[in-house]
């Protein structure tokens, strides 16, 4: 497992499968979709996901460069990043696979499995499916191939450098910038913070209302930087409906509920055993600790700050055990 | 449909919990800022998130605070209420290594301006500055910044201990 593949000579096939979409192969992994299921193969079993399903765990998995951790998709198959390598895998983290002995893995250099990711989330994602989207927002992910959605799947993510509004760093959004507000926050104020800077100081006092650009965010559940206080990162996202990912920890990550509500199960990182159901409403606080995995329910639009501590060194930190898997103790 | 956003506030917030079914309501370390604002000293920075060094601190914002200088970048969101935000290039570094520092009466240095932030607004508070808050009535911030030796830890005091919500 510790030797890494970085090259295939082939991604997708060229010809189109009869509903019209190519089949993909990564290392010992086989890719194919019909019209309803997504089929994933590898030496020891196969697994079906919904279509629909596996597109928006696909999406979010590229858009974060494989996030911090692990991605579920499901209970059986995801990805582990080790940030220049991924692990690709099948029930690894699921206990009755590995009880079984039916449970895969294999490493890819991050350009090779990307690149595939890439591909089959292109050829696959209909004109009428944006995996962004809430359920009520999007058409449908499934049916005969029917077209691409290209610029639903390449949206710009935005990583602040210092401060979202700050001289060259990312924009505020607006109706003119394409960001209108989403239905479930017309009742937001989009006020401006007044700002009066003495002359020579205009590129150091800035503010700007974070509620405001939330409330016209045109994806879900997508962390994206607002801040930055040294490794530690304020990302804050609009939820509904389902996470579409089980995310498991590397590090510890903090909630902080900015409007709302979500409920979280979260269960054993490595088994998948239920630990706890968390309810978090505005102004709630909650470390998620190094050694769970958490799905979101979101019933409502509602308003999320993910706080993340970007230090490298974490990962190795906590799977060494130097650092307890909960941030504080008490 | 119209869709009404519910956001919390000092007079009106609501808290969910963790319900436990296998591990300890302690490790996720549960509170809520409006419920530690509303029990904090006017400016008291009482860590509710801490990532290592890291901390995000619910601050009660009730009159005129000291002055403070920020070793590194700081952000406020107001969570409730109205907070104007002072502003002073400082002629000399305060000397701040982590977090931020106190600095007695009023710091030398010229004035870079003035925020006047309400409940959803974001406000810089860059390093080399010196900043103090003002509010009329109570108020709430949550303050992004690193743990310094004015960060106040009581874990216990605010955070869910026991297996359901409201125990």
Redesign the interface.
């Known amino acids: 497992m510790s030797q890494s593949t970085s090259a295939v000579p082939e991604i997708g096939s060229i010809e189109p499968n009869r509903h019209g979409y190519r089949t993909f192969t990564l290392g010992d992994f086989g890719f194919s979709r019909d019209e309803y299921f997504v089929q994933i193969t590898w030496p020891k079993g196969s697994h079906l996901i919904a279509v629909d399903a596996f597109l928006r765990a696909l999406q979010r998995d590229i858009a974060w460069g494989f996030f911090y951790g692990i991605v579920n998709f499901d209970a059986v198959v995801g990805t582990v990043n080790h940030y220049g390598s991924v692990d690709l895998f099948a029930g690894r983290f699921n206990a009755h696979y590995r009880k079984a002995g039916m449970d895969h893995s294999q490493r890819f250099d991050t350009p090779l499995i990307q690149r595939v990711f890439e591909a089959m989330l292109e050829d696959w994602t209909n004109k009428t499916f944006d995996p962004f989207a809430s359920p009520q927002e999007t058409g449908s992910a499934f049916g005969p191939k029917n077209g691409s959605n290209k610029e639903a799947i390449t949206r710009h993510r935005v990583t602040a450098k210092r401060m979202i509004g700050a001289p060259g760093d990312e924009p505020t959004r607006s109706d003119e910038s394409g960001f209108p507000i989403n239905r479930h926050f017309k009742d937001v104020p989009q006020d401006t913070p007044e700002v009066l800077a003495e002359p020579g100081f205009e590129g150091e006092v800035v503010a700007f209302n974070l509620f405001a650009y939330l409330s016209r965010s045109d994806v879900t559940w997508n962390p994206s930087i607002v801040s930055v206080c040294k490794a530690s990162l304020y990302c804050p996202t609009t939820e509904e409906y389902i996470l579409p990912v089980i995310h498991g920890n590397d590090r510890v990550e903090w909630f902080v509920q900015l409007s709302d509500e979500i409920q979280w199960e979260v269960e054993d990182r490595d088994t998948g055993a239920m630990r706890a159901r968390v309810t978090m409403r505005a102004g709630d606080v909650a470390a998620m600790p190094a050694d769970i995995r958490h799905r979101g329910f979101s019933p409502k639009r509602s308003m999320l700050l993910v706080w993340e501590n970007a230090s490298p060194d974490l990962p190795t930190l906590y799977a060494s055990g130097k650092m307890p898997p909960t941030p504080v103790q008490f | 449909m ?7 506030s000092l007079q009106d ?11 300890d ?11 530690v604002a509303s029990r904090s000293k006017p400016y008291e920075k009482v860590a ?5 060094e ?1 901390v ?1 601190e619910a601050i009660r914002a009730e009159g005129t605070s000291g002055w403070r200088a920020p070793a ?4 406020a ?1 107001v ?1 409730d209420g109205e907070v104007e ?1 002072r ?1 002073l ?1 400082l002629e000399k570094p305060a000397g701040a290594t982590q977090g931020s520092v106190a600095l007695p009466g009023t710091p030398a240095g ?15 508070l ?1 390093v080399g ?1 010196a900043y103090q808050f003002h509010a009329a009535k109570p108020g709430v911030v ?1 303050l ?3 743990a310094g030796a004015d960060t106040v ?1 009581k ?2 005091d605010i ?1 869910q201990t026991s297996p359901r ?1 409201g125990r």
């Open positions: 119209e869709h009404k956003t519910r956001f919390g917030y609501t808290k969910g919990g963790v319900e436990v079914i296998n591990d309501a302690r490790n996720y370390v549960f509170s809520n800022v409006f419920d509710v998130g801490k990532n290592i890291y995000i590194q970048d700081e952000f969101l969570m935000i502003l290039k010229k004035k870079m301006g003035v925020v006047r932030a309400r409940r959803r607004h974001m406000t810089l860059p500055s949550l992004q910044t690193v830890e874990w216990a955070c919500p």
